[in-house]
């Protein structure tokens, strides 16, 4: 059977990559030209800032990894890359080249929904079993979606406002921790003891979230303790925060894979590389003899690899898109 290559693009926020997959799980060759020092002089990603920085290394980036497969665009099956969600400016400078890619090299163009990448990272660490649930935790997405077979997304409970990527990085700012903050509280929660009485997040009967209560009262407990003239204990309060939200995406992770009959459970997004989850789910996952896949780091945050693995499904499924793509900042994944 012929090998199929996916050259993948990836700029959905302050990421520049660009990646080459062969038939959907074997990574040939990564770039990443990350601008995260950049933006932390700002506390954040600037998007526009973000766009200008994709403008000037999007061409780099392709000719590296190029280099670094060892193999021309002649021999690519397909290009694919990522439409949306993100910051718009950001996304249409990864869709206008691999547009242009497609057109002068006369190759497939293949849109892929970001989320979906994040879900198939997974796919370049162990092939996928169906049905799963995907429990998917980023910077700007909480959902839980439910997968009966390659490319069949069911999404069955999101988060209402705050994504849990965001409540952790505005949760540090307020605990005047560096950007990205969500990696430090991560660190600081296993030296700290859960002593502060933080609420529990939308403690309901759905699979929905919410996380802007608890980050309200991160807030309001911060201001409180330094109007008393107290100082905040940070790792303290790092464990505390870090439990209810891990608490909360398990317990109704695990209510989903209870109600839909579902042994496999894979975990995508940026937060996936969080310590404290990963640990939680591998200890409740063994005592209800659940299949657990959670990417390696280096394919929790984005990058171009996750894309093309998507990509690969989504080709080999006859998904196409004209020279007319355009990149689109809210998308439902379907």
Do not use: W
């Not at 939200?245 to 997004?269: F, H, P, Q, S």
């Amino acid at each position: 059977m012929k090998d199929t290559y996916i050259l993948a693009f990836e700029s959905s926020c302050d990421e520049t990559s660009v990646s080459i997959i062969r038939n959907g799980y074997d990574e040939v060759a990564t770039v990443v030209l990350s601008q995260m020092d950049i933006h932390a002089l700002y506390g954040g990603v600037v998007p526009e800032i973000a766009s200008r920085y994709h403008v000037e290394s999007i061409t780099l980036v392709i000719e590296e990894c190029l280099k670094k497969a060892n193999m021309t665009m002649e021999e690519i099956d397909a290009i694919a890359v990522t439409y949306g969600p993100g910051l718009i400016g950001s996304l249409l400078v990864g869709v206008q080249a691999a547009k242009t890619l497609a057109y002068i090299y006369d190759k497939p163009l293949v849109p892929v929904h970001h989320i979906a990448g994040h879900i198939y990272a997974n796919n370049l660490v162990k092939q996928m079993k169906f049905p799963l649930i995907a429990l998917v935790v980023s910077g700007g997405h909480t959902e839980i979606v439910l997968m009966k077979e390659d490319y069949s997304f069911e999404k069955i409970g999101g988060t209402l406002d705050d994504a849990v990527g965001e409540a952790y990085d505005k949760v540090a700012r307020v605990m005047d921790l560096p950007y990205p903050g969500g990696p430090l509280i991560d660190k600081l929660a296993f030296e700290g003891e859960d002593t502060y009485p933080l609420p529990i997040p939308l403690d309901d009967d759905s699979y929905n979230f919410s996380f802007s209560g608890i980050k309200s009262a991160v807030i309001n407990l911060v201001h409180n303790e330094e109007q008393r003239g107290n100082t905040i204990n940070r790792a303290n309060l790092a464990a505390s925060f870090q439990n209810r939200v891990t608490d909360i995406l398990i317990k109704k992770t695990m209510r989903a894979m209870r109600e839909y009959n579902v042994y496999n459970l894979i975990v995508a997004g940026g937060v996936s590389a969080n310590k404290g989850l990963r640990a939680k789910l591998e200890k409740i996952c063994l005592e209800n003899n659940y299949d657990l896949v959670v990417p390696e780091i280096k394919y929790c945050t984005d990058n171009a690899a996750m894309i093309g693995a998507a990509g690969y499904y989504a080709y080999k499924l006859g998904r196409r898109a004209d020279l007319d793509l355009n990149a689109k900042a809210v998308d439902e994944l379907k």
